[in-house]
């Protein structure tokens, strides 16, 4: 503090004896006690960009972007300011030029710590470039020289590209079992990580907690596996007839059976479970498996798929009371093996007091942009998008085994690659077909490999970035 006393001394001082020599009809002058930053923006900023040159040599370029665009937020409390949606990496923080406004005309200073710890203070100026590679201190005055509020200010930069995808193999978490299932579907639920797979005529589940697996209560339909749907804290499947649930994966118990039950579950929202029976029709049941209905279809029922390789849902953006379902699954192979892609239908559900009802309706968008028809197929919902992976291409699909992850952005109407998603480089699943896929409530994919016993999880990198704070009071 040493080192600001005189200068700021000097200069109240200096302002009392200005308005001294005034005449009495002069202006006059108000000084205040108080004062606080009230506003912060960026300039113009460097971004340097990584691309490949003609020879597949690494080149950078540097481009500029307007730094204004991204909004900083001020907790008058905390005494921070920063920005929640971090600048680009590859943005130069060390040169920067921002705009600071103050209260009542308030004074701002950068406040350095010298060699020796003590206050090194400097004018801040809006044409001066900054260094913001690590948090500063800034200091605002009244303009009456007796008090200051210091704010610690972070220009944040992403270390990582948002829209990369980053995959670990989980070393420890391989397991023989799944090599001994020649069929398998993931789901996860209450944190857990649970595994249903075929293995002879039962059906096997394996439980993680993101560490080692253990054995759940088996049963005895061999066909249960493929029946695996998740809603709210249940899972719920079908064996021997019945519908079955587990909050755990170690005890099951028994919803539902005979009468109008489903042969086949396909698919959950938040309030209804939906599945096939054996006359084809769609039924939901919004009773956690009791009470089964059938539901409207618009358009042949006949391309309804046989199995459900997976399903999503997500509130209306306009309107919060209803929710878009979707289901994706093959068709019989063995009745239809002229198919090369894989069947897509959606239906909204409304749940306000004047809900009208809705039809399943198939999605056919265009013919080079339908989802191909492959072997044991799976489908997840993540974030805002879709994906889908599979082994080799079923019926008359000629697609290669897990050559590319396909994505749907428009609810599962047109599926394309997307340079966002990939699989791990050297992944693996011997000459297998058999594995699983699935998303946790972290935004991790996992995928389960039967032909090797392999484990992966994958997030792409915005999904994993914690959201900062952005409303205050003081």
């Known amino acids: 503090m040493r080192r600001i006393i005189r200068p700021f001394v000097i200069l109240f001082s200096s302002l009392i004896l200005t308005v001294s020599c005034l005449s009495d009809d002069s202006a006059s002058y108000i000084y205040y006690s108080d004062t606080a930053i009230t506003s912060f923006s960026l300039g113009t900023l460097n971004r340097t960009m990584w691309t490949k040159s003609s ?60 060699t020796e710890g003590a206050d090194s203070l400097a004018y801040y100026s809006s044409s001066d470039s900054i260094d913001f590679s690590e948090p500063l201190d800034f200091r605002v005055y009244a303009n009456d020289g007796m008090n200051f509020r210091t704010y610690k200010i972070s220009v944040n930069v992403h270390k990582e590209d948002p829209d990369s995808f980053t995959w670990q193999r989980m070393d420890g978490m391989a397991s023989r079992t799944f090599r001994q299932f020649d069929a398998m579907k993931a789901t996860t639920l209450g944190g857990r990580l649970i595994v249903m797979g ?77 599945g096939l029976d054996a006359q084809g029709r769609v039924v939901s049941s919004a009773h956690g498996g009791y009470g089964w209905t059938a539901d409207a279809i618009t358009g042949d029922a006949s391309m309804l798929p046989a199995t459900g390789a997976g399903y999503g849902y997500a509130a209306l953006k306009t309107d919060d009371t209803a929710e878009r379902i979707i289901m994706v699954g093959n068709r019989d192979l063995s009745a239809h093996a002229e198919d090369s892609v894989a069947m897509v239908w959606s239906k909204i559900e409304e749940y306000s007091n004047a809900a009208r009802q809705h039809s399943w309706i198939q999605c056919e968008g265009d013919a080079k942009y339908r989802l191909p028809s492959l072997t ?35 609810n599962g109407l047109t599926w394309a690659v997307d340079g966002s998603y990939y699989l791990p480089e050297d992944f693996t699943n011997g000459v297998s077909d058999v594995f699983a896929m699935t998303a946790d409530d972290d935004n991790f994919i996992w995928i389960i490999c039967g032909g090797t016993g392999d484990v992966w999880r994958g997030r792409l990198n915005r999904l994993g970035w914690p959201e900062e704070q952005t409303s205050f009071t003081e």
Request: hydrophobic content about 40%; overall charge negative; aromatic content about 8%.
């Open 55 to 114: 020879t597949g040599a690494d080149s950078s370029y540097v481009e500029e972007i307007d730094g204004s665009d991204y909004h900083f937020y001020i907790d008058q409390a905390g005494r921070r300011i920063y920005n929640p949606d971090s600048l680009p990496v590859g943005t130069d923080a060390a040169h920067v030029i921002c705009n600071i406004g103050s209260k009542n005309g308030g004074t701002v200073v950068i406040a350095y710590k010298d």
């Open 198 to 274: 075929r293995n002879g005529s039962a059906t096997r589940v394996m439980i993680s907690n993101g560490g080692a697996w253990t054995e759940g209560a088996s049963l005895a339909d061999g066909e249960a596996w493929a029946n695996a749907v998740v809603k709210g804290d249940s899972l719920f499947t079908i064996s021997g007839g019945q519908i079955m649930r587990t909050a755990d994966g170690n005890t099951w118990d028994a919803c539902g059976q005979a009468g109008d039950l489903p042969v086949r579950l396909m698919a959950a929202g938040s309030v209804k479970l939906y």
């Open 376 to 410: 044991n197929l799976s489908v997840t919902a993540y974030g805002d998008v879709m994906l889908a992976i599979g082994g080799k291409g079923a019926g008359t699909s000629t697609a290669e085994a897990f050559s590319k992850v396909y994505v749907s952005l428009d």
